[in-house]
């Protein structure tokens, strides 16, 4: 390793800056169970899949039937 490096020319990463934050919700067992299922076929972990879903409702405005 070097005892110095230059970082004069970095820049911030593509995600530099998001924050999330922790929280505690409860969800039903049938919807965590829906969300695995598909983490298992994606790759993808099932709370980043939750946090998508969520991400995108929020993005697109989506809203319930009954409001």
């Known amino acids: 390793m070097r005892k110095e490096y230059d970082f004069s ?3 911030p990463g593509r995600l ?3 924050t999330k ?3 505690t919700i409860r969800i039903d067992e049938d919807t ?3 969300f695995k299922e598909i983490a298992e076929k994606s790759g993808v972990p099932y ?5 998508m879903y969520l991400t995108d409702c929020a993005k697109n ?3 319930l ?3």
């Open 47 to 51: 709370q980043t899949l939750i946090n």
């Open 21 to 23: 934050q922790q929280i």
């Open 9 to 11: 020319n970095a820049r």
């Open 61 to 63: 405005r989506k809203t």
């Open 65 to 67: 039937g009954f409001i």
């Open 16 to 18: 530099a800056g998001k």
């Open 32 to 34: 965590i169970a829906y």
